[in-house]
């Protein structure tokens, strides 16, 4: 066996294993969003604790959130992993994972605390910034604040935790790390149940989810060897910084950016950004299970065959595109077909209603437009990342968030809230032509390597998987009982995926055949 047949073969398993975590990740999240839809319906008080919960979120995203891991943390400490070389030599390069390992946690945990300190002590103006004085109930303005500084701490733990899941994928341990989502989700859910009724469980729950997830990844450190140690001048650490820095200036506008929406959606209802939640949630879920576990499982070999293994790399990055795309286009379009039934199966009961229902379905359908070039935009910004280029996707997110600020702006008072998926949707297509060019400016495209081939017949398949799903609903009498919403759901969704394969073996779709055996 070739070692590139062994690259590929471990980038699958990991893939598996990742793809695996996601589904329980995302089923959990699901059963969050569930809870909390039969606890606390599309209320105010519900918006009060999403908008609260930004704040950490949002300095998570920031200083060690998903885009640090990817484009900066993982490759650098790949560098130290790399097992190729003598035995003294793997050794000595260990040792230095770890010392540079210790470093950027230390240094991590001193800026989170002066951090987490200054959002106790000025809270209500942070809260007045995000946007809770625009609640039409002046209650939710203080319970805004209540909860965010119950939630803030949890950014410690989230950026320790994203901070030991990179140095466990760069050394190619990536179960336990894949399952700390999976943690988190299951954390809000058990708080909730113990202590409903109450929003505070909530933050609660996210407080101690974030605890779990750094507790969960201990084990697979085994071989670690931290130390005390600050050192803001240690090569690595600059190293990091420096390809963090051009990143920097994107996240700052798109956080801002999610601000100003939060704002905007409150000044449509008080529910409305508790719908816009509830939409995400779905609109992720095929993200989630399609792209984060493939593109995650590629970035440390796309890290390694970056330099000097420009044919290996293309390689790499073309075959998840093509399995992308072809798993994609089918789920964007089924999703859209079954966006109403798929909320009211899901979210209606307790104190949701058949309006939240309607209000929740017509955000999901917008949003979904976007979703294609969502999947395949984050392949193409993890192949930048991993060839150490975070300059050019930062300075296309500033273009493409702009975008997104001005369509919201001009579309809010034709379309209300659905403005800002429109705008996102638009956002995600113009980063992902603009990443394209930039693939073709750079590193010559990928031509010859099936993508185009790939994308327009899974894009006939997707219609006929539509279609399919189209008239079984049409054909059914939807009733109000929880089987009457199964069957509205599933035998629909039956008639898609049946719809769907024939279109694979019709089409010979190779990447969709595949999927048997990679699993």
Known sequence: MTNEQEQNQRVMRAAVVLSLANVIQRVLGMGREI????????????????????????????????????????PVFSDYANPAGSREDVAERRQALWEVFSIFVNLTAVVLLAVVLLVQL???????????????????FALT?????????????????SIITAVLYALHRFTLPAFTIAMFNAAVIV????????????????????????????????????????????????????????IIGGLLIN???????????????????????????????PLGLVV????????????????????????????GLRLVIALILPAAVGMFVLASPIVALLFEHGRFVAADTAMTSRVLQVYVFGMPFAAVDQMLVYASYARQDTLRPALVGVVSIILYLVIALVLQPYLGLLSLMAADAAKHVVHTLIMLWLLQRHLGGLRGHGVSRVAVRSLGAAVATGGAAYLVLGWLTLTATFWGRVTAVALPALAGVA?????VFLLDIQEAKSLRRIF
């Not at 604040?145 to 935790?161: E, G, H, N, Y």
């Not at 084990?219 to 190293?239: K, M, N, T, Y």
């Not at 929406?261 to 992720?284: C, F, H, K, N, P």
């Not at 719809?499 to 279109?503: D, E, S, V």
Request: glycine residues 6%; hydrophobic residues 50%.
């Open 499 to 503: 719809a769907y394969a024939a279109c």
């Open 292 to 319: 984060m576990g493939l593109s995650t499982a590629t970035l440390p070999t796309l890290s390694q065959q970056a330099h000097g293994q420009l044919p290996a790399f293309k390689t790499t990055l073309s075959q």
């Open 255 to 285: 956080q801002a950016v999610i601000w100003i929406s939060y704002r905007l959606a409150i000044q449509t209802g008080d529910e409305s950004v508790t719908y816009m939640v509830y939409a995400t949630t779905l609109y992720q879920l």
């Open 122 to 140: 000025f809270a209500p103006q942070v809260a007045w910034l995000v946007g809770a004085r625009d609640f039409d109930d002046p209650a939710l």
């Open 35 to 74: 809870v909390k839809a039969n606890l606390f319906g599309a209320s105010g008080t519900l918006s009060a604790f999403t908008v609260a919960a930004l704040v950490p979120m949002t300095l998570y995203n920031l200083i060690v959130g998903g885009e640090m891991v990817t484009s900066s943390l993982v």
């Open 191 to 246: 708080i909730a149940l113990l202590w409903p009724e109450n929003i505070a469980s909530l933050a609660w729950g996210v407080l101690v989810g974030a605890i779990l997830q750094v507790v969960l990844q201990l084990p697979a450190l085994r071989d670690a060897h931290w130390q005390w140690r600050l050192d803001w001048r240690h090569p690595a650490v600059r190293r990091i910084i420096k390809l963090y820095t051009p």
């Open 145 to 161: 604040v209540q909860l965010m500084r119950l939630t803030t701490p949890a950014v410690l733990f989230l950026s320790v935790s």
